[in-house]
């Protein structure tokens, strides 16, 4: 397959075109940086340029995958380039709640963003609604798959949020050894390999499903993620939780970014953004390694930094709970 990725120099869109010519395909990648794959083309494009695509314009390509989240540069290229298929890289950001556990592709997403360009993170959501829009705009569902992909984890997270907590329990803040944790029982994670969704999308492109799909790694409630984070550190002393309240007064953030504990949501409403029904997507060949698995590859990688809990804050913490 004549594959191109727009993209291909950042975290999903490199492992994709990796997976790509894993596979034997003939890879593509256009962005303007140039880190992409051994055993791929590269190709200079600037797309917020309007003729940012020409040097690809004359090329016939099988498929394309796209990992963009501004809906003018997806427009230009939905119009503007020769394809068969297109897959879009989405977020299950798109859709307008995400209070219910196990919706489907079919629940209610948010209005599309009415501009070419995202400026505020606020809009990531609604910007996503209008680049798929733009999709099936030309290639219909039948040419289409638009992949809504949940938290993306493993080897290269630029974010700390899938690598907090195995490297929390393999290198503790503590000489005892004892990881602070939210006391959230019922608050649904599900990681997906950064691997396996690459992997996929590569299938996709090859015409393993169309429509639109929810890509999420197998559910685990917390304290399970937690568990399989200290398997596969070998770590073997408690995880200590403190009330979400607590936590809140001593100014920990939820979900990500400095003085954070990873993954942690507060708001019952936002439980079914991890929670959604991936059965579309396993039903098209998403395969998805077991956590353990994604996690215990994570350690030995570099430390991301301002992501979770420092040591001392960890340990100041622990000391404060203990008063
Ligand atoms: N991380 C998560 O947990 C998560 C969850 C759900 C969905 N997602 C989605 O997953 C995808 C992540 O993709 P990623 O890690 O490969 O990429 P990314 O960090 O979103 O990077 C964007 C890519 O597009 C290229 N690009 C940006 N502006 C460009 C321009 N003006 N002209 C040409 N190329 C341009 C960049 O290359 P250059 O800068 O080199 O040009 C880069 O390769 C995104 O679609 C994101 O929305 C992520």
Same mark, same amino acid.
């Given at each position: 397959?004549?594959?191109?990725?727009?993209?291909?120099?950042?975290?999903?869109?490199?492992?994709?075109?990796?997976?790509?010519?894993?596979?034997?395909?003939?890879?593509?990648?256009?962005?303007?940086?140039?880190?992409?794959?051994?055993?791929?083309?590269?190709?200079?494009?600037?797309?917020?340029?309007?003729?940012?695509?020409?040097?690809?314009?004359?090329? =016939?390509?099988?498929?394309?995958?796209?990992?963009?989240?501004?809906?003018?540069?997806?427009?230009?290229?939905?119009?503007?380039?020769?394809?068969?298929?297109?897959?879009?890289?989405?977020?299950?950001?798109?859709?307008?709640?995400?209070?219910?556990?196990?919706?489907?592709?079919?629940?209610?997403?948010?209005?599309?963003?009415?501009?070419?360009?995202?400026?505020?993170?606020?809009?990531?959501?609604?910007?996503?609604?209008?680049?798929?829009?733009?999709?099936?705009?030309?290639?219909?569902?039948?040419?289409?798959?638009?992949?809504?992909?949940?938290?993306?984890?493993?080897?290269?997270?630029?974010?700390?949020?899938?690598?907090?907590?195995?490297?929390?329990?393999?290198?503790?803040?503590?000489?005892?050894?004892?990881?602070?944790?939210?006391?959230?029982?019922?608050?649904?994670?599900?990681?997906?390999?950064?691997?396996?969704?690459?992997?996929?999308?590569?299938?996709?492109?090859?015409?393993?499903?169309?429509?639109?799909?929810?890509?999420?790694?197998?559910?685990?409630?917390?304290?399970?993620?937690?568990?399989?984070?200290?398997?596969?550190?070998?770590?073997?002393?408690?995880?200590?939780?403190?009330?979400?309240?607590?936590?809140?007064?001593?100014?920990?953030?939820?979900?990500?970014?400095?003085?954070?504990?990873?993954?942690?949501? =507060?708001?019952?409403?936002?439980?079914?953004?991890?929670?959604?029904?991936?059965?579309?997507?396993?039903?098209?060949?998403?395969?998805? =390694?077991?956590?353990?698995?994604?996690?215990?590859?994570?350690?030995?990688?570099?430390?991301?930094?301002?992501?979770?809990?420092?040591?001392?804050?960890?340990?100041?913490?622990?000391?404060?709970?203990?008063?």
């Amino acid at each position: 397959m004549k594959l191109l990725v727009l993209g291909g120099t950042a975290w999903l869109g490199w492992t994709t075109a990796a997976s790509g010519v894993t596979a034997g395909h003939d890879v593509t990648c256009a962005a303007r940086g140039t880190n992409v794959p051994d055993g791929a083309r590269h190709v200079r494009v600037d797309r917020d340029d309007p003729d940012g695509l020409v040097p690809l314009a004359d090329t =016939r390509w099988d498929a394309v995958i796209d990992v963009s989240r501004q809906p003018g540069q997806v427009r230009r290229a939905t119009r503007g380039l020769r394809t068969d298929r297109y897959v879009f890289v989405s977020t299950c950001n798109v859709y307008a709640s995400q209070a219910e556990i196990g919706a489907d592709e079919s629940a209610t997403l948010l209005d599309p963003l009415d501009a070419d360009v995202m400026t505020e993170p606020g809009d990531y959501g609604r910007a996503k609604v209008a680049c798929e829009d733009a999709v099936r705009e030309v290639f219909g569902t039948d040419r289409s798959a638009i992949v809504r992909s949940g938290l993306i984890g493993g080897p290269g997270d630029p974010t700390g949020r899938s690598t907090y907590w195995p490297r929390r329990f393999a290198e503790p803040s503590n000489p005892e050894g004892v990881v602070l944790a939210p006391d959230a029982p019922g608050l649904p994670t599900a990681l997906i390999d950064v691997r396996d969704l690459a992997a996929w999308l590569v299938r996709l492109a090859a015409g393993a499903g169309s429509g639109a799909f929810n890509a999420q790694g197998v559910p685990h409630p917390l304290p399970a993620h937690l568990d399989a984070a200290r398997a596969a550190a070998g770590n073997r002393s408690e995880t200590v939780t403190a009330a979400e309240d607590w936590l809140a007064t001593q100014g920990v953030n939820e979900w990500s970014g400095p003085r954070s504990l990873p993954l942690w949501l =507060r708001d019952q409403t936002w439980y079914g953004m991890n929670a959604r029904s991936t059965e579309r997507a396993v039903a098209a060949g998403l395969e998805r =390694r077991p956590l353990e698995s994604t996690l215990a590859d994570v350690l030995g990688g570099p430390v991301v930094s301002g992501a979770g809990l420092t040591d001392e804050e960890e340990r100041a913490l622990l000391a404060q709970l203990r008063q």
